[in-house]
T-cell receptor, first 111, second 114 residues
Protein backbone atom coordinates (compact mmCIF):
# COMPACT_ATOMS: atom_id res chain seq x y z
CA UNK A 1 0.00 0.00 0.00
CA UNK A 2 1.18 3.51 -0.76
CA UNK A 3 -0.94 4.91 2.01
CA UNK A 4 0.63 7.54 4.20
CA UNK A 5 0.85 7.02 7.89
CA UNK A 6 0.49 9.95 10.26
CA UNK A 7 2.15 10.09 13.60
CA UNK A 8 1.00 10.59 16.29
CA UNK A 9 -2.55 9.32 15.96
CA UNK A 10 -3.70 11.82 18.57
CA UNK A 11 -2.14 14.95 20.00
CA UNK A 12 -3.36 17.19 22.79
CA UNK A 13 -1.67 20.53 23.52
CA UNK A 14 -2.32 23.81 25.28
CA UNK A 15 -3.33 26.87 23.32
CA UNK A 16 -0.26 28.80 22.23
CA UNK A 17 1.98 25.74 21.95
CA UNK A 18 3.25 24.37 18.67
CA UNK A 19 1.86 21.17 17.18
CA UNK A 20 3.94 18.86 15.00
CA UNK A 21 2.51 16.01 12.96
CA UNK A 22 4.46 13.61 10.80
CA UNK A 23 3.62 11.65 7.71
CA UNK A 24 5.51 8.77 6.18
CA UNK A 25 4.85 7.19 2.80
CA UNK A 26 6.19 4.38 0.68
CA UNK A 27 6.70 5.29 -2.96
CA UNK A 28 7.88 8.16 -5.15
CA UNK A 29 5.49 11.07 -5.29
CA UNK A 30 4.62 14.05 -7.44
CA UNK A 31 3.55 16.07 -4.42
CA UNK A 32 2.29 15.77 -0.88
CA UNK A 33 -0.66 17.66 0.49
CA UNK A 34 -2.02 18.29 3.96
CA UNK A 35 -5.71 18.54 4.68
CA UNK A 36 -7.77 19.39 7.71
CA UNK A 37 -11.09 17.87 8.66
CA UNK A 38 -13.40 19.26 11.29
CA UNK A 39 -15.72 16.75 12.89
CA UNK A 40 -18.51 15.68 10.59
CA UNK A 41 -17.35 17.73 7.63
CA UNK A 42 -15.40 17.39 4.41
CA UNK A 43 -11.68 17.96 4.11
CA UNK A 44 -10.12 21.36 3.51
CA UNK A 45 -6.84 21.73 1.68
CA UNK A 46 -4.09 23.40 3.71
CA UNK A 47 -0.88 23.24 1.76
CA UNK A 48 0.82 21.43 -1.12
CA UNK A 49 4.53 20.72 -1.33
CA UNK A 50 6.09 19.39 -4.52
CA UNK A 51 8.66 16.62 -4.60
CA UNK A 52 11.43 19.07 -5.49
CA UNK A 53 10.63 21.37 -2.56
CA UNK A 54 11.94 20.92 0.95
CA UNK A 55 9.99 23.45 2.96
CA UNK A 56 6.92 25.58 2.53
CA UNK A 57 5.12 28.12 4.70
CA UNK A 58 1.57 29.36 4.82
CA UNK A 59 0.60 31.60 7.70
CA UNK A 60 1.11 29.62 10.91
CA UNK A 61 1.75 26.42 8.95
CA UNK A 62 5.15 25.07 8.04
CA UNK A 63 5.55 21.90 6.01
CA UNK A 64 8.78 20.05 5.35
CA UNK A 65 9.41 17.22 2.94
CA UNK A 66 12.28 14.76 2.97
CA UNK A 67 12.00 12.56 -0.10
CA UNK A 68 15.04 10.51 0.88
CA UNK A 69 13.25 9.45 4.07
CA UNK A 70 9.82 9.53 2.43
CA UNK A 71 8.47 11.69 5.20
CA UNK A 72 6.84 15.04 5.78
CA UNK A 73 5.98 17.09 8.80
CA UNK A 74 3.34 19.72 9.45
CA UNK A 75 4.04 22.30 12.11
CA UNK A 76 1.28 24.56 13.41
CA UNK A 77 2.73 27.40 15.43
CA UNK A 78 0.98 29.31 18.21
CA UNK A 79 -1.96 26.91 18.17
CA UNK A 80 -5.50 28.05 18.81
CA UNK A 81 -8.56 26.19 20.05
CA UNK A 82 -9.99 26.58 16.55
CA UNK A 83 -7.14 24.42 15.21
CA UNK A 84 -8.77 21.41 16.86
CA UNK A 85 -9.43 18.99 14.00
CA UNK A 86 -8.06 15.92 12.28
CA UNK A 87 -5.14 16.43 9.94
CA UNK A 88 -4.41 14.17 6.99
CA UNK A 89 -1.52 13.93 4.60
CA UNK A 90 -2.17 12.85 1.04
CA UNK A 91 0.48 11.64 -1.36
CA UNK A 92 -0.01 12.10 -5.07
CA UNK A 93 1.90 9.77 -7.37
CA UNK A 94 3.09 10.81 -10.79
CA UNK A 95 0.16 9.36 -12.64
CA UNK A 96 -1.93 11.84 -10.68
CA UNK A 97 -4.99 9.69 -10.66
CA UNK A 98 -4.92 8.63 -7.05
CA UNK A 99 -4.48 10.43 -3.81
CA UNK A 100 -3.34 8.23 -0.96
CA UNK A 101 -4.59 9.56 2.34
CA UNK A 102 -3.14 8.61 5.68
CA UNK A 103 -5.16 7.68 8.72
CA UNK A 104 -4.88 11.15 10.23
CA UNK A 105 -3.75 12.86 13.40
CA UNK A 106 -6.45 14.06 15.75
CA UNK A 107 -5.33 17.36 17.26
CA UNK A 108 -6.96 18.84 20.34
CA UNK A 109 -5.97 22.33 21.40
CA UNK A 110 -7.02 23.09 24.96
CA UNK A 111 -7.97 26.71 25.61
CA UNK B 1 -22.78 27.36 -5.71
CA UNK B 2 -19.08 27.87 -5.35
CA UNK B 3 -18.19 24.56 -3.77
CA UNK B 4 -18.72 20.85 -4.18
CA UNK B 5 -22.15 19.76 -3.07
CA UNK B 6 -23.39 16.32 -2.14
CA UNK B 7 -26.82 14.94 -1.52
CA UNK B 8 -28.35 13.63 0.56
CA UNK B 9 -26.37 14.71 3.61
CA UNK B 10 -27.65 11.71 5.53
CA UNK B 11 -29.14 8.47 4.32
CA UNK B 12 -30.52 5.66 6.43
CA UNK B 13 -31.45 2.50 4.62
CA UNK B 14 -32.24 -1.11 5.30
CA UNK B 15 -29.87 -3.90 4.48
CA UNK B 16 -30.42 -5.15 0.95
CA UNK B 17 -31.77 -1.89 -0.46
CA UNK B 18 -30.03 0.12 -3.19
CA UNK B 19 -28.86 3.69 -2.59
CA UNK B 20 -27.74 6.52 -4.86
CA UNK B 21 -25.44 9.27 -3.70
CA UNK B 22 -25.01 12.41 -5.74
CA UNK B 23 -22.08 14.77 -6.20
CA UNK B 24 -22.06 18.15 -7.93
CA UNK B 25 -18.44 19.18 -8.53
CA UNK B 26 -17.15 22.69 -8.97
CA UNK B 27 -17.94 23.93 -12.46
CA UNK B 28 -15.00 23.44 -14.78
CA UNK B 29 -13.26 20.82 -12.66
CA UNK B 30 -12.43 17.87 -14.89
CA UNK B 31 -11.30 15.47 -12.16
CA UNK B 32 -13.78 13.93 -9.73
CA UNK B 33 -13.07 11.48 -6.93
CA UNK B 34 -15.18 9.39 -4.59
CA UNK B 35 -13.85 8.29 -1.21
CA UNK B 36 -15.24 6.34 1.70
CA UNK B 37 -14.41 7.20 5.29
CA UNK B 38 -15.34 4.82 8.06
CA UNK B 39 -15.66 6.09 11.62
CA UNK B 40 -12.33 7.42 12.86
CA UNK B 41 -10.49 6.21 9.79
CA UNK B 42 -8.68 7.74 6.86
CA UNK B 43 -10.06 8.06 3.38
CA UNK B 44 -10.39 5.02 1.17
CA UNK B 45 -10.20 5.77 -2.54
CA UNK B 46 -13.13 4.39 -4.52
CA UNK B 47 -13.18 5.78 -8.06
CA UNK B 48 -11.72 8.59 -10.16
CA UNK B 49 -13.12 10.33 -13.23
CA UNK B 50 -10.98 12.51 -15.50
CA UNK B 51 -12.72 14.31 -18.34
CA UNK B 52 -14.07 11.89 -20.90
CA UNK B 53 -11.57 9.17 -20.10
CA UNK B 54 -12.60 5.79 -18.76
CA UNK B 55 -12.83 6.01 -14.96
CA UNK B 56 -10.32 4.40 -12.64
CA UNK B 57 -12.48 1.94 -10.72
CA UNK B 58 -9.64 0.20 -8.97
CA UNK B 59 -10.80 1.24 -5.51
CA UNK B 60 -14.36 -0.04 -5.68
CA UNK B 61 -14.65 -2.71 -2.96
CA UNK B 62 -17.12 -4.98 -4.75
CA UNK B 63 -19.32 -5.21 -7.82
CA UNK B 64 -22.19 -3.85 -5.75
CA UNK B 65 -20.55 -0.44 -6.12
CA UNK B 66 -20.75 1.56 -9.33
CA UNK B 67 -20.49 5.17 -10.34
CA UNK B 68 -21.12 7.30 -13.34
CA UNK B 69 -20.49 10.84 -14.34
CA UNK B 70 -22.87 12.39 -16.81
CA UNK B 71 -21.78 15.14 -19.16
CA UNK B 72 -18.48 15.49 -17.35
CA UNK B 73 -20.21 17.10 -14.40
CA UNK B 74 -22.59 15.49 -11.90
CA UNK B 75 -21.64 12.08 -10.57
CA UNK B 76 -23.74 9.38 -8.94
CA UNK B 77 -22.37 6.61 -6.74
CA UNK B 78 -24.70 3.63 -6.53
CA UNK B 79 -24.49 0.89 -3.94
CA UNK B 80 -26.67 -2.13 -4.65
CA UNK B 81 -27.91 -4.58 -2.02
CA UNK B 82 -26.39 -2.54 0.79
CA UNK B 83 -24.68 -4.29 3.67
CA UNK B 84 -24.05 -3.03 7.19
CA UNK B 85 -20.34 -2.72 6.45
CA UNK B 86 -21.19 -0.13 3.80
CA UNK B 87 -22.08 2.29 6.59
CA UNK B 88 -19.64 5.19 6.32
CA UNK B 89 -19.31 8.77 5.14
CA UNK B 90 -18.96 8.99 1.38
CA UNK B 91 -16.93 11.98 0.27
CA UNK B 92 -16.70 13.47 -3.18
CA UNK B 93 -13.93 15.79 -4.34
CA UNK B 94 -13.11 17.61 -7.54
CA UNK B 95 -10.01 19.26 -8.90
CA UNK B 96 -8.70 21.07 -11.94
CA UNK B 97 -6.59 19.55 -14.65
CA UNK B 98 -4.96 16.18 -14.35
CA UNK B 99 -5.65 15.84 -10.65
CA UNK B 100 -2.22 16.62 -9.26
CA UNK B 101 -3.37 19.71 -7.42
CA UNK B 102 -5.64 20.66 -4.59
CA UNK B 103 -8.83 18.69 -4.14
CA UNK B 104 -12.01 20.44 -3.12
CA UNK B 105 -14.22 18.27 -0.98
CA UNK B 106 -17.94 18.18 -0.51
CA UNK B 107 -19.46 17.82 2.95
CA UNK B 108 -20.09 14.13 2.47
CA UNK B 109 -23.06 11.80 2.70
CA UNK B 110 -23.38 9.81 5.91
CA UNK B 111 -24.79 6.40 5.01
CA UNK B 112 -26.22 4.16 7.71
CA UNK B 113 -27.30 0.67 6.80
CA UNK B 114 -29.53 -0.93 9.42
Amino acid sequence: SQQGEEDPQALSIQEGENATMNCSYKTSINNLQWYRQNSGRGLVHLILIRSNEREKHSGRLRVTLDTSKKSSSLLITASRAADTASYFCATVVNTGNQFYFGTGTSLTVIP
Amino acid sequence: GAGVSQSPSNKVTEKGKDVELRCDPISGHTALYWYRQSLGQGLEFLIYFQGNSAPDKSGLPSDRFSAERTGGSVSTLTIQRTQQEDSAVYLCASSLGLGFGEQFFGPGTRLTVL
